[in-house]
């Protein structure tokens, strides 16, 4: 299995931008296609971004098009979220996943989760 390990999160203004970074540790990181989720207080969890294994391939959600960026270095086993032009919707817990199956915008299909760090963007 692998351990999964979120940091970068805070308190930005609207427009600002912060750099997610998900480190893993455990099994073979380029085995796993990554995802990072987001969960607002009250809100059920919703997908954000997702990367295969190689990172040849990514998928965004549409609220955030644009705006952020996936990537992955599997050398350094770790995987960022660029966000730009943040917005104070965007306020909520980022979570990093991952899974061996596929590169998919489904929560369940995530086998590994991290435990989460707080993005706060005032107005």
């Known amino acids: 299995q692998v351990q999964l390990v979120e940091s970068g999160g805070g308190l930005v203004q609207a427009g600002g931008s912060l750099r997610l970074s998900c480190a893993a540790s455990g099994r073979t990181f380029s085995s796993y296609n990554m995802g990072w989720f987001r969960q607002a207080p009250g809100k059920e969890r919703e997908f954000v971004a997702t990367?295969?294994?190689?990172?040849?391939?990514?998928y965004y959600a549409d609220v955030v098009k644009g705006r952020f960026t996936i990537s992955r270095d599997n050398a350094k086993n770790t995987m960022y979220l660029e966000m730009n032009s943040l917005k104070p919707e965007d306020t909520a817990v980022y979570y990093c996943?991952?899974?061996?199956?596929?590169?998919?915008?489904?929560?369940?299909?995530?086998?590994?989760w991290g435990q989460g760090t707080q993005v706060t963007v005032s107005s």
């Open positions: 990367i295969s294994w190689t990172g040849s391939s990514t």
């Open positions: 996943a991952a899974n061996t199956q596929l590169v998919s915008i489904h929560p369940r299909v995530y086998e590994y």
